[in-house]
Structure formats: structure tokens, C-alpha cells
């Protein structure tokens, strides 16, 4: 059972959400009786008082003297000449960061690399689509139409962002990148950047800088002898495109690697007729089918309910009670007959398949998991071979074959790399030198109280946030965590570091109920 309350303090508003176990339950030990019991208490700043989201404007501008565009392009003036905060990438992290800080009148610019919003997804695998439900991936403050489809198309997902770009009034600069090295000066809390913009050098003096570059670094080949010797075609998965061209129909194709991208890559060169396609798998991978994790995820965001109601419930749960929630829940499926056949014709495959919940997955690894939509029955009816060793690498490459470290080989035409990608901290250091990055931390994967680390709340450099993870995540950060804490620098409530003024030693972390890293959040009853 849970409950939820709002209340006004001396600052503003607050938002609490209490949740009690009937011990009667089987999840709850017998030692603590029959009494009913706080199992997590949790509490938000909504916003400060006086300091409100702005909302909807009236759409008439100076007693209907002036146009839209000249409004629009002199706030776009003022922004562009000195923006408080600089989001690097315009991905969906990026732009929602951009949009709550709108709403906030924290003037924002926003860098993207590339010459359109929307291109860094058009870049990818065409048959990808987002395995996560429309409720779940939805932008801050502009929903999807009733007709949206329940999973979302690659190039489907590009065009509304850009569209939402366009929406939400975003100063925008595109073709641009952050020049190497920012520095940050201490005595007046700004950054000095240089960006290139088109080819242009442009000089900024920000006070915060958010990276919402993704959660992961660039693409990752394993050094491996004979990537110059190999006559046929070497390419990481983040480069496949598509067999669809039949570019690949009278190929041999291996592919390295067993996860989401090695999945969705076999599956669709098997389906365009390649005449062999070979899946290797290195180590252990949880496999969910589609209905699994949409059970899942229909639980926590379901398509009735308000989101914005959706994702402060299930912020409430603290993320060690979230994934050992999803393991029980998976379990129970899994007895009750929900992928059986799917996992049995893996495994008699000589697939190896990693037994836990996929979901937590991503919160701890980013990889290690495959959510299956057609795959499994390619390898089942042998259209994907499958090379499953526990440990095997591509011990070298020769003229027209992929040699393994067991002594084993196989010929092919297209190496296909599906290894994942660099750790995002090293490609960033490129950008902003060893030394900050190593200050600011690490970013993702959990930390020791179970939460993700560095995300939407202070690093261990003033003035630098990091803004990763998907669409939830960004919903749910830039609001309690990003968007408040520099709200309440710039209000005199923290200092530049995102520590209590006047409280030595004490860092908030966005959460009301987390001050130091320790948390007030009660995960067994008391």
C-alpha cells in the first residue's frame, strides 16, 4: 500500500510518498508480526516558492505589438550572448535538461555535433526500435499522440526530437563542438569555453556545464592481430546499416558479441537472406522477450495514469528495491510458464543464458542482455549459428577467417564487432583534460547505496553535471536533481559545489530525504 501528500514549507513545495508492507505477506519475514509497517519513506523538493516552472505563456506578446519571431529571435539573442548553462548533445537527455531549465528561466544553450537534432539516432541500425514502452520513453512536457505506436522506430524517435526541439523553443546550436580545454575559475564560478561553431570559434563564459553525451563513450574494437590483413569488411555494430540493402546477401558474417545490438544485427541479416551468419557468444546473457519487460514496465508507468504521477512513484522505490522487486517478479513469471520455451530452445542451443532479471541490467551495466523480438527463433531454426565458449575472443584475424582463442575458426566476409563501447570518462577527457574528469568521478553503474552514480546531482567538480541514462531517467533528474540544485545555487541555498551554505561538509544531492550520501530512505520495516 502507498500514499502520497504535498505540503508547503519556508522554501517551497514538497512531495512525500510513503509505502507499508502488511507483514501478513510472504515478502515480509513472520518475526516482524501482523502490523503494518513504513517500508520506504520518501520526500522531494517540488520547487522553491516564488520560483515556480513558468508553464504556458498567453501566446500575445506586447499587447499584440509583437510577432512571435521577433520575440523568439531576441530571446534567442540573449541566450546565445550569455547563457548561464551550456548542455553538451542534443539527444533526449540533452534537450529535456534544456526544456525544464526553460521552464525555470535558467538561460541554457545547448551544443550538438552533429547538423540536425535527430541525427545520432538516424546514424544507427535502421530496424532499431526503442524496447522500452511510449509511456516509459516519453519527452517532458510534450506527450506522444493517442496513434503513437507502443515501441518506438529509430527514425520515428530522431524526427521527434527534432520536432520537440521546435516545440519547446530551444536555442540550438548545431555543427558545434566543445573545443579542448574549458577551465573553470573558481573566484568568479565560470567556465571559460571555446566552441566551434561551423567553423567559427566562439569564446562562452557559463557558469555550469552539463554533459548529456550519452552514458556511453565512443565505439570499442578489442585490439585484435590482423585487422590490416583481413581481406573482407571490418565494422562495429554502432556502423551496421542494415541488410536491408542486400549489401550483405551473399555474405559470410560473423558477429561478435551477444547482446541487444548482436541480436537485432543476426536477426536482420538472417531475415534479408544471408546465407550464414554466426553469433559469438563470450560469457553469460539474460534474454527477456518483449511481453516480459513490458509487463514490467506497464506496472510502474501504465498508460492511464499521469506520468508525471508515474515517475515520482517509481523514484519513490529506492533502486536496490526496484531490481530485487524485478528479480521476484521475473522468478514468479518464470514459474508461472512466461519464456520457458524461449529460454529451453536457447539453451538447447548451446546458448548461454544468464538466469536474473534483464532490467537491472541496465541500471548496473549498460550491456549483458538481449530483449528478444525475433532473434531466438532464427538461432532455433538454425538461420543464426551460434559459437558459444565461455571466455572465447577473436584470438587473430587472417585473410578470409576469424581465428578464436579455443583453436577454433570460422571464414567470413564481414566481421561485425558488437563489444560495446569506451567508457564515457575517456572520451571526455579528451575535452576537459585528466584532471577534471577524474575530479568530477565516475558516472553509472551503481554506487554503494544501491543509486545511480554522479547522475543529475553534484560530481566532484563545481559547476559540472553529468545528465546520462534514457528517457525516464532525464524526466525524473532534471527535475528533482539538476534543475533544483542549480535553482538553488543560484538562490544562495547551496554553493557552487552543491554544498549546504552554512552546513560544512554537507552535499545535497536533489533528494530532501539525502544529505552526505547517506539516505533517510527505510528498505526493511522498522
Same mark, same amino acid.
Given at each position: 500500500?502507498? $500514499?502520497?501528500?504535498?505540503?508547503?514549507?519556508?522554501?517551497?513545495?514538497?512531495?512525500?510518498?510513503?509505502?507499508?508492507?502488511?507483514?501478513?505477506?510472504?515478502?515480509?519475514?513472520?518475526?516482524?508480526?501482523?502490523?503494518?509497517?513504513?517500508?520506504?519513506?520518501?520526500?522531494?523538493?517540488?520547487?522553491?516558492?516564488?520560483?515556480?516552472?513558468?508553464?504556458?505563456?498567453?501566446?500575445?506578446?506586447?499587447?499584440?505589438?509583437?510577432?512571435?519571431?521577433?520575440?523568439?529571435?531576441?530571446?534567442?539573442?540573449?541566450?546565445?550572448?550569455?547563457?548561464?548553462?551550456?548542455?553538451? @548533445?542534443?539527444?533526449?537527455?540533452?534537450?529535456?535538461?534544456?526544456?525544464?531549465?526553460?521552464?525555470?528561466?535558467?538561460?541554457?544553450?545547448?551544443?550538438?555535433?552533429?547538423?540536425?537534432?535527430?541525427?545520432?539516432?538516424? $546514424?544507427?541500425?535502421?530496424?532499431?526500435?526503442?524496447?522500452?514502452?511510449?509511456?516509459?520513453?516519453?519527452?517532458?512536457?510534450?506527450?506522444?499522440?493517442?496513434?503513437?505506436?507502443?515501441?518506438?522506430?529509430?527514425?520515428?524517435?530522431?524526427?521527434?526530437?527534432?520536432?520537440?526541439?521546435?516545440?519547446? &523553443?530551444?536555442?540550438?546550436?548545431?555543427?558545434?563542438?566543445?573545443?579542448?580545454?574549458?577551465?573553470?575559475?573558481?573566484?568568479?564560478?565560470?567556465?571559460?569555453?571555446?566552441?566551434?561553431?561551423?567553423?567559427? $570559434?566562439?569564446?562562452?563564459?557559463? $557558469?555550469?556545464?552539463?554533459?548529456?553525451?550519452?552514458?556511453?563513450?565512443?565505439?570499442?574494437?578489442?585490439?585484435?592481430?590482423?585487422? &590490416? +590483413?583481413?581481406?573482407?569488411?571490418?565494422?562495429?555494430?554502432?556502423?551496421?546499416?542494415?541488410?536491408?540493402?542486400?549489401?550483405?546477401?551473399?555474405?559470410?558474417?560473423?558477429?561478435?558479441?551477444?547482446?541487444?545490438?548482436?541480436?537485432?544485427?543476426?536477426?536482420?541479416?538472417?531475415?534479408?537472406?544471408?546465407?550464414?551468419?554466426?553469433?559469438?557468444?563470450?560469457?553469460?546473457?539474460?534474454?527477456?522477450?518483449?511481453?516480459?519487460?513490458?509487463?514490467?514496465?506497464?506496472?510502474?508507468?501504465?498508460?492511464?495514469?499521469?506520468?508525471?504521477?508515474?515517475?515520482?512513484?517509481?523514484?519513490?522505490?529506492?533502486?536496490?528495491?526496484?531490481?530485487?522487486?524485478?528479480?521476484?517478479?521475473?522468478?514468479?513469471?518464470?514459474?508461472?510458464?512466461?519464456?520457458?520455451?524461449?529460454?529451453?530452445?536457447?539453451?538447447?542451443?548451446?546458448?548461454?543464458?544468464?538466469?536474473?532479471?534483464?532490467?537491472?541490467? +541496465?541500471?548496473?551495466?549498460?550491456?549483458?542482455?538481449?530483449?528478444?523480438?525475433?532473434?531466438?527463433?532464427?538461432?532455433?531454426?538454425?538461420?543464426?549459428?551460434?559459437?558459444?565458449?565461455?571466455?572465447?575472443?577473436?584470438?587473430?584475424?587472417?585473410?578470409?577467417?576469424?581465428?578464436?582463442?579455443?583453436?577454433?575458426?570460422?571464414?567470413?566476409?564481414?566481421?561485425?564487432?558488437?563489444?560495446?563501447?569506451?567508457?564515457?570518462?575517456?572520451?571526455?577527457?579528451?575535452?576537459?583534460?585528466?584532471?577534471?574528469?577524474?575530479?568530477? @568521478?565516475?558516472?553509472?553503474?551503481?554506487?554503494?547505496?544501491?543509486?545511480?552514480?554522479?547522475?543529475?546531482?553534484?560530481?566532484?567538480?563545481?559547476?559540472?553535471?553529468?545528465?546520462?541514462?534514457?528517457?525516464?531517467?532525464?524526466?525524473?533528474?532534471?527535475?528533482?536533481?539538476?534543475?533544483?540544485?542549480?535553482?538553488?545555487?543560484?538562490?544562495?541555498?547551496?554553493?557552487?559545489?552543491?554544498?549546504?551554505?552554512? +552546513?560544512?561538509?554537507?552535499?545535497?544531492?536533489?533528494?530532501?530525504?539525502?544529505?552526505?550520501?547517506?539516505?533517510?530512505?527505510?528498505?526493511?520495516?522498522?
Amino acid at each position: 500500500m502507498s $500514499s502520497s501528500s504535498t505540503a508547503l514549507n519556508g522554501h517551497g513545495l514538497n512531495g512525500h510518498v510513503d509505502r507499508e508492507v502488511d507483514n501478513a505477506t510472504e515478502s515480509v519475514p513472520e518475526i516482524y508480526g501482523r502490523e503494518w509497517k513504513a517500508f520506504t519513506v520518501y520526500t522531494m523538493l517540488d520547487s522553491f516558492k516564488g520560483h515556480e516552472e513558468s508553464g504556458p505563456e498567453t501566446g500575445v506578446y506586447g499587447g499584440h505589438t509583437l510577432a512571435w519571431s521577433d520575440v523568439r529571435e531576441d530571446r534567442k539573442k540573449m541566450v546565445e550572448e550569455n547563457p548561464h548553462v551550456l548542455v553538451i @548533445g542534443g539527444g533526449q537527455c540533452g534537450l529535456m535538461v534544456a526544456a525544464r531549465f526553460k521552464q525555470l528561466r535558467i538561460s541554457t544553450l545547448v551544443l550538438e555535433k552533429n547538423n540536425r537534432i535527430g541525427n545520432q539516432w538516424r $546514424s544507427r541500425y535502421p530496424t532499431l526500435t526503442l524496447h522500452t514502452t511510449r509511456t516509459h520513453h516519453t519527452m517532458l512536457y510534450q506527450p506522444y499522440p493517442s496513434t503513437w505506436p507502443m515501441y518506438t522506430p529509430r527514425d520515428k524517435v530522431a524526427d521527434w526530437l527534432e520536432s520537440y526541439a521546435i516545440g519547446q &523553443d530551444l536555442v540550438i546550436w548545431t555543427h558545434s563542438q566543445l573545443m579542448p580545454t574549458p577551465r573553470y575559475d573558481p573566484s568568479t564560478r565560470r567556465w571559460t569555453v571555446t566552441i566551434n561553431r561551423a567553423g567559427t $570559434s566562439v569564446t562562452l563564459h557559463p $557558469s555550469h556545464i552539463v554533459l548529456a553525451t550519452g552514458t556511453l563513450g565512443g565505439p570499442k574494437i578489442p585490439p585484435t592481430p590482423g585487422l &590490416d +590483413v583481413f581481406r573482407g569488411e571490418i565494422l562495429h555494430s554502432s556502423a551496421f546499416p542494415g541488410a536491408g540493402s542486400r549489401a550483405f546477401a551473399d555474405k559470410r558474417v560473423v558477429v561478435i558479441g551477444s547482446g541487444n545490438s548482436a541480436a537485432d544485427i543476426c536477426q536482420d541479416l538472417a531475415m534479408h537472406g544471408t546465407p550464414e551468419v554466426t553469433m559469438v557468444q563470450r560469457s553469460p546473457t539474460v534474454v527477456a522477450s518483449a511481453e516480459m519487460v513490458t509487463r514490467l514496465l506497464n506496472m510502474a508507468w501504465p498508460d492511464k495514469v499521469p506520468l508525471e504521477l508515474s515517475d515520482f512513484k517509481a523514484d519513490a522505490i529506492p533502486l536496490k528495491v526496484v531490481n530485487q522487486l524485478h528479480e521476484d517478479l521475473t522468478q514468479k513469471w518464470w514459474s508461472e510458464g512466461l519464456d520457458r520455451e524461449l529460454l529451453q530452445c536457447l539453451k538447447e542451443n548451446g546458448f548461454m543464458v544468464d538466469m536474473r532479471a534483464l532490467i537491472p541490467m +541496465v541500471t548496473a551495466r549498460l550491456g549483458g542482455y538481449w530483449l528478444d523480438v525475433g532473434c531466438a527463433e532464427m538461432v532455433s531454426c538454425g538461420k543464426v549459428k551460434l559459437k558459444a565458449v565461455p571466455g572465447i575472443e577473436v584470438a587473430k584475424l587472417t585473410e578470409n577467417t576469424v581465428h578464436f582463442t579455443d583453436g577454433s575458426s570460422s571464414e567470413a566476409d564481414v566481421v561485425i564487432f558488437a563489444t560495446g563501447y569506451e567508457n564515457m570518462r575517456d572520451v571526455l577527457k579528451k575535452t576537459f583534460g585528466e584532471e577534471i574528469i577524474t575530479k568530477a @568521478g565516475p558516472v553509472w553503474g551503481l554506487d554503494e547505496e544501491g543509486e545511480i552514480r554522479n547522475a543529475y546531482r553534484p560530481t566532484g567538480h563545481p559547476g559540472l553535471w553529468y545528465a546520462p541514462g534514457d528517457f525516464q531517467n532525464a524526466r525524473v533528474g532534471t527535475k528533482q536533481l539538476v534543475s533544483l540544485l542549480i535553482q538553488a545555487i543560484q538562490l544562495g541555498h547551496l554553493d557552487q559545489s552543491g554544498m549546504l551554505n552554512g +552546513v560544512n561538509g554537507h552535499r545535497c544531492n536533489g533528494k530532501v530525504n539525502r544529505v552526505n550520501g547517506h539516505t533517510n530512505e527505510i528498505v526493511s520495516p522498522v
